[in-house]
């Protein structure tokens, strides 16, 4: 399932494994019965490119070998054009049409469906620069390294950061892109505080982010706030939306 380490994997627990890994193992527990039907819903929305093709070779090997049916569940047209041989655009509970994936990606007939398409992000749309104002970069990181170590490994050390260095100017749209389990979690996490690195500095602000303890590191995060991952496992079920206060009562 590509998969680094798994016989370390296999001893953790699904808080010490990135979404992307998790969703893995969650598609290696479907595939093992050789099932007659996969039901794939969004199989691959927490992964990188290059593990989703591995993912979906897997699935189709599986398809070849055994004759097992399998339905995708997707809003990634790119995964339906080249996986599906037929295509069904759901909307509101209803198909709106159907029909060869082909048939209905050259020619589609219905409205909704040729508004879908016209919205899917291609590469050829690059974003403009941005223009700002010459200012302090708000963010600086500064050779940063995080190590783990697992009890599994003999207490060697994973590097998960090593010498990490960029800048963020304010007013700007920077991408972090790589592939699953390649650290990018992890450098949110320093960056929010959650993890202390073990050498390097973030400056935020002019203020080194990684030398505050206490209440000023509280009063600090109050700045720097995250869009999680995955909405389900992020939000608590207990209170509602409104009124956070009503949690003792929602939970008795």
Do not use: W
Request: net charge positive; aromatic share 6%.
């Amino acid at each position: 399932m590509g998969l680094t380490h798994p016989e370390l994997r296999a001893r953790q627990y699904p808080h010490e494994l990135s979404g992307g890994m998790k969703q893995r193992v969650l598609i290696a527990i479907a595939i093992a019965l050789r099932p007659a039907l996969i039901i794939a819903d969004e199989p691959t929305s927490a992964l990188d490119v290059t593990v989703q093709k591995r993912i979906l070779d897997l699935i189709e090997e599986l398809r070849q070998e055994f004759g097992t049916a399998v339905l995708f569940v997707t809003h990634d047209l790119g995964v339906a054009a080249e996986r599906a041989d037929r295509l069904l655009v759901f909307r509101q509970g209803r198909v709106q049409e159907q029909g060869q994936t082909a048939a209905v990606l050259q020619a589609p007939a219905h409205e909704y469906t040729r508004r879908l398409f016209a919205d899917v992000p291609s590469l050829a749309s690059i974003a403009p620069p941005a223009i700002v104002r010459k200012a302090e970069p708000a963010i600086v990181v500064n050779e940063l390294v995080k190590d783990f170590r697992f009890a599994g490994r003999g207490g060697q050390a994973f590097r998960a950061l090593d010498r990490v260095s960029f800048s963020v100017q304010r007013g700007t749209t920077h991408a972090l892109v790589g592939e699953s389990g390649s650290g990018k979690t992890t450098l949110a996490r320093c960056l929010l505080g959650f993890q202390r690195p073990d050498a390097g500095q973030i400056i935020i602000d002019g203020v080194d982010f990684t030398r505050l303890k206490g209440e000023a590191l509280r009063q600090f995060r109050r700045r720097i706030q995250l869009v999680y991952q995955n909405p389900f496992a992020s939000l608590d079920p207990a209170p509602n939306l409104v009124s956070g206060d009503r949690r003792a009562v929602t939970q008795l």
